[in-house]
């Protein structure tokens, strides 16, 4: 699914993986991949760790999330 920050009307790209409570388990965060390195198919840039929380709406094919980019995107 796509993911769409709602503060910038930015696509941040398509969900690659989600963070799972063991415990209880429920969604914690989703893990969205941005860029690559190498002419745009080799290797990672970053990622965007999403906590769940800001989630705003889950639709059918896209995902709209309130986040400030600078403070959730990680270089890997």
Do not use: H, Q, W
């Not at 790209?13 to 063991?22: E, Q």
């Not at 860029?35 to 198919?41: A, E, L, N, Q, R």
């Not at 970053?46 to 705003?56: D, K, L, M, R």
Request: some cysteine; proline content about 4%.
């Amino acid at each position: 699914m796509e993911v769409i920050n709602c503060k910038t009307g930015r696509r941040l790209g398509c969900v690659g993986d989600i963070g799972i409570n063991a415990k209880d388990g429920c969604v914690t965060n989703l893990y969205v991949p941005s860029g690559s390195k190498y002419f745009g198919c080799i290797g990672k840039k970053g990622e965007y760790c999403i906590p769940f929380g800001s989630v705003a709406r889950i639709g059918p094919d896209v995902i709209l999330v309130d986040i400030d980019e600078k403070k959730c995107f990680k270089d890997l």
